[in-house]
């Protein structure tokens, strides 16, 4: 703890016995609808702690409802998903609340900044709702803030800001609370070349530090940076080695 | 540390770059359950107090509060259009109601105390074959009885004295030139009467408890009745004959306005007319009352001369001061509550419309606070607080604008403003409830937005 670890956080023995991150079994989604879209179909995925994963696909493949599930904002048809040991086909909206506050990180294609709110206010949101303690949620949100490089826009609005720093934010605001893994939904969507590769360095530290991390892209340059790379096409999920 | 070095590979600190006492502190309590709860099985295992600190500070309601005042004050313009509703609403409310006290203050100021202050008390009466006739009857000693009732201050009592057709002079003579004319009204009064009624003695002096009492042929003159018999003063100790007997007059008076009659009239102490003409009964007392004391003496009154049958006996209560002025200003009242009633509604339909508005440019963030752990009811709770804090606002500013016209009204027309503190804060609480009632509908709108649509909506 005192000094950052550098070895590769692939599964580790000790991962073996431990719970998985994620774990699908089996998962379908369908849209009801004249005909019903199988936007998942069985969709089977396990992803440990420390991993890097990259799930690359066209548009139209189920990206982004698999996506929506791992991130407990809708829920699968059929099929489980555990998620940290915790089966979540049973859990009230409540605990899926609770759940996805306390251990699931977001960032999003347009970042979904608050625009009257300070960089430091927009990181603290995160802390609101995820149980994070009064006392130490301003350290906290400043120590995430320091360590994707923005603490020299602490009072900015985010209008004010260059895409890669407003992404930054929305990172520090993912990590802040110390989340089990971070689901990331095409970061650099909507940043130049230069700013992308500023995300994506950041995501290689995080994941370096030991981070879970999800990332969903049709980016080649984007998944390259994954170290397990996962295809989804037609609603169905195939391993890239 | 001293954490094993397994668990340091399973989770390792996420921010390196900042080491600091306090950072590792946190670091190790969160590590805590986390390590618990990475025992398979033992989910539900972490300990209560640990289980407790971490939901504790969950949305509590200062974040609650911050969060609705950062809504709220995000859009300074907004805002102001916003609440201009409600402050019209709670202000006509606040100047109607203030209105209405002052204005009441100073009707009760120019109040006529003079005819508020008697109560008249007779028999009742009944219409039978042969006329109008009394069903109760006022005892002779009225005065002791009513005297004793709070808030009572004079108490007289008179009734007429039939003298049977016989004469009234000062002198006997018998002038059969002299068209016969009909003889001043003789009346028996009790020693209270004068003062009752406010009277004034022109000259001499009224007779007391002692006369009434001994049954001395005393008498007392009506005004025009003295000026009728020729006399003006009393210091030669003048005699009235009534029916050939004389009675010495020592006094006149005047000014009995309630019983004008009385001018006319020679007076005798009620127990000379008892000892003297047989008087039957007292047609009526007449009571001095504090100001106020109308309804209390009108109750018991009735009770205190005949407890047997307090219904034969009927007490005249000033009528409420300026029943009709009142009656008016109820009027204006009401039209002016309804018309703040009206504004209040369109206030908070301004409220309830500007919520929606701003529920609907809001999607992304309540997509957002969704993703980050927002339940529903937090969701709920900040869009209704938001609407409170904006019908709060406009509650506050309407009450202290309505103080400051009932104020302004006040000085010019120089009355006292009179006006209930506590209804004022009655009436900046009631724009707190019309912006809660107005944001019920849009935040639940806002909780039922599923978090992806949410999400989908404008980017921030």
């Known amino acids: 703890m005192t000094a950052p670890t550098t070895e590769p956080a692939a599964p580790t023995p000790a991962a073996a016995h431990e719970p998985p991150v994620i774990e699908l079994r089996d998962l379908r989604r369908t849209f009801p609808g004249e005909p019903p879209v199988e936007a998942l179909r069985g969709v089977d995925l396990t992803v440990h702690r420390g991993d890097y994963v990259s799930v690359v696909g066209p548009s139209g493949s189920g990206k982004s409802t698999l996506l929506h599930i791992l991130g407990l904002l809708d829920r699968p048809t059929a099929g489980d998903y555990v998620l940290d040991g915790v089966p979540t086909r049973e859990l009230s909206e409540q605990d899926r609340s609770r759940l996805r506050g306390g251990r699931i990180g977001f960032v999003f294609q347009s970042f979904h900044l608050l625009p009257h709110r300070s960089v430091l206010d927009n990181v603290l949101l995160a802390t609101l709702y995820s149980g994070v303690p009064r006392a130490t949620r301003r350290t906290r949100a400043l120590a995430a803030l320091e360590r994707v490089g923005m603490s020299h826009r602490l009072d900015f609005l985010p209008p004010v800001l260059s895409g890669g720093e407003r992404q930054r934010v929305a990172v520090a605001r993912a990590v802040v609370t110390s989340p089990d893994v971070l689901l990331a939904d095409e970061p650099t969507g909507n940043l130049d070349s230069s700013n992308s590769a500023g995300v994506l360095d950041l995501f290689d530290e995080l994941h370096r530090d030991g981070l879970t991390l999800v990332v969903i892209t049709h980016d080649d340059v984007v998944s390259a940076h994954a170290r397990r790379r996962v295809r989804i096409s037609d609603g169905l999920l195939d391993e890239v080695a | ?460």
């Open chain 2, 1 to 460: 540390m001293s954490a094993p070095a397994g668990q340091r590979t399973r989770r390792p600190g996420l921010l390196p770059g900042t080491r600091t006492a306090l950072g590792r502190a946190a670091g190790r309590l969160r590590r805590l359950p986390r390590s618990v709860r990475a025992a398979p099985g033992a989910v539900r295992g972490v300990p209560a107090s640990v289980r407790a600190a971490l939901s504790g500070d969950r949305f509590g309601p200062r974040d609650l509060l911050a969060e609705a005042a950062h809504g709220v004050g995000s859009r300074p313009g907004r805002l102001l259009l916003t609440i201009i509703g409600t402050v019209l609403g709670i202000g006509s409310l606040v100047v109607t109601l203030g209105l209405a006290q002052t204005a009441a203050g100073q009707i009760a100021q120019q109040f006529d105390a003079a005819a508020s202050t008697r109560v008249v008390v007779e028999p009742s009466t009944s219409r039978g074959q042969g006329g109008e006739r009394a069903t109760g009857r006022i005892p002779w000693d009225v005065e002791d009885r009513l005297g004793r009732i709070a808030g009572v201050d004079q108490v007289g009592a008179l009734g007429a004295v039939d003298i049977g057709g016989a004469r009234v002079a000062t002198v006997l003579v018998n002038d059969p030139s002299v068209t016969p004319t009909t003889p001043p009204a003789v009346v028996a009064a009790t020693p209270g009467l004068l003062d009752a009624l406010s009277g004034r003695v022109v000259t001499g002096r009224w007779f007391d408890a002692g006369h009434d009492a001994r049954a001395d042929r005393v008498v007392v003159l009506g005004a025009r009745a003295a000026t009728r018999l020729g006399i003006h003063r009393v210091d030669r100790q003048p005699a009235v004959l009534i029916d050939e007997r004389p009675y010495t007059v020592i006094g006149i008076v005047d000014d009995v306005a309630r019983r004008s009659d009385l001018l006319d009239a020679v007076v005798l102490p009620l127990g000379t007319a008892r000892a003297d003409f047989r008087v039957a009964s007292l047609e009526q007392a007449h009571v001095r009352i504090a100001v106020g004391a109308g309804p209390v003496v009108g109750e018991q009154a009735p009770l205190a001369l005949a407890p047997n049958a307090p219904e034969t006996i009927q007490a005249q209560v000033p009528p409420p001061p300026s029943a009709v002025r009142e009656g008016v200003q109820g009027d204006v009242n009401a039209i002016f509550l309804a018309l703040a009633a009206v504004a209040l509604l369109v206030g908070g339909l301004g409220i309830a419309n500007v919520t929606l508005l701003s529920v609907r440019e809001r999607m992304g963030e309540i997509g957002l606070r969704r993703a980050l752990g927002a339940t529903t009811r937090h969701i709920v709770q900040q869009f209704l607080a938001e609407s409170a804090v904006i019908g709060l606002l406009g509650g506050l500013i309407g009450a202290a604008l309505g103080v400051g016209v009932v104020v302004a009204v006040s000085v010019a027309r120089a009355w006292t403003p009179i006006l209930d503190t506590g209804l004022v804060v009655v009436c900046a609480l009631l724009g707190l409830v019309t912006g809660l009632l107005a944001g019920a509908y849009p935040a639940l709108r806002a909780a039922r937005t599923e978090p992806i649509a949410a999400l989908r909506g404008t980017p921030g």
